[in-house]
């Protein structure tokens, strides 16, 4: 028989934490950052640079076009953001 999870190793849920570039502000609270990483092509044995764009809930609107921020998952917000910003990244 599986082992039951308490209530406490349910709430220990490591949340996913990402370093990306702020590339649009327009919207009230939220902040749309692009995070960028290499892939590999197996089958030709190179290397893709692959961008991703995530929605960030911004509370005080304090980011500005390219920040470098670190943001990390949380209870959707609304239907498109997932995403909560942390901080700024010095450079």
């Known amino acids: 028989m599986e082992k039951e999870k ?3 190793q349910q ?3 490591k949340n996913q934490k990402f370093k990306g570039v702020v590339v ?3 919207m009230d609270k939220t902040v749309v950052v692009e995070v960028k990483r290499l892939k590999e092509v197996f089958k030709y044995g190179k290397r893709v640079l692959v961008s991703k764009k995530f ?3 911004d509370e005080k609107n304090e980011y ?3 920040d470098q921020v670190i ?3 949380c209870r959707p917000i609304s239907k498109d953001k997932k995403w909560r ?3 700024k990244v010095n450079k």
């Open 6 to 8: 308490t209530a406490k």
């Open 64 to 66: 500005q076009i390219g």
């Open 11 to 13: 709430k220990e849920k």
């Open 85 to 87: 910003v942390i901080k």
């Open 55 to 57: 929605k960030c809930h």
């Open 24 to 26: 649009k502000n327009a």
């Open 71 to 73: 943001f990390e998952e």
